[in-house]
């Protein structure tokens, strides 16, 4: 008797066997609302290896920046609730005064400290926009600051951090000049599964 494993090829490539699929929450994130917004939109199209949104509203580089900030206590509270993650995504959120390179080293340094061993850790800035918008709370370029940094950091092999690409919204997907609506929650949130499941 012979028995056969189904799988798919494209034209041209070997077959390569199916990755592994990642734990429920094993994946935890920081940010601002930004981020919530993603959170929220990766729930809603059935995402499960991430986080879902935890309150971190306003919470922009600065408030992750000390190891033992509100932000971090909430952190660490899901943790407590799922595990340490083997993977956090930390975004880079700003207000108008900006962040520092040395700002988002520290935001990497603090998420080693609250992951498990060894997580891996990707880097993103806020989403960016269609041409003539962007986020006034972040200020002139300031989604495209906060881009820029996130690869920065990519680059720099003593981060060892993983840049998956740039979240956008489109112009029908913000909602107050800003933040996602309903179809941009979900627009991001399809765009998080594609960076890492």
């Known amino acids: 008797m012979r028995f056969t494993v189904p799988f798919l090829l494209a034209a041209g490539s070997a077959a390569m066997p199916a990755p592994a699929a990642e734990p429920s929450h094993s994946m935890g ?74 700002e988002v080293k520290k935001l990497i340094a603090n998420t080693r400290q609250h992951a498990a061993s060894n997580a891996t850790v990707y880097i993103t800035g806020q989403p960016l926009y269609d041409a003539g918008q962007t986020c006034f709370l972040a200020g002139a370029n300031g989604p495209q600051n906060t881009d820029a940094l996130a690869q920065q950091a990519a680059k720099d092999t003593a981060q060892n951090v993983v840049y998956p690409g740039a979240f956008r919204l489109k112009t029908g997907e913000v909602q107050d000049g800003c933040h996602a609506n309903t179809n941009g929650q979900k627009s991001l949130g399809q765009q998080a599964i594609a960076f890492w499941g």
């Open 29 to 102: 994130f920081i940010g601002c609302s930004m981020a919530e917004n993603v959170a929220q939109g990766y729930v809603a199209v059935g995402g499960q290896r991430m986080w879902g949104p935890y309150g971190t509203g306003g919470m922009v580089v600065q408030s992750w920046t000390d190891t033992n900030s509100a932000s971090w206590k909430l952190f660490d509270q899901q943790s407590a609730k799922y595990g340490k993650p083997t993977a956090v995504w930390v975004q880079i959120c700003i207000f108008t005064q900006g962040a520092t390179y040395d």
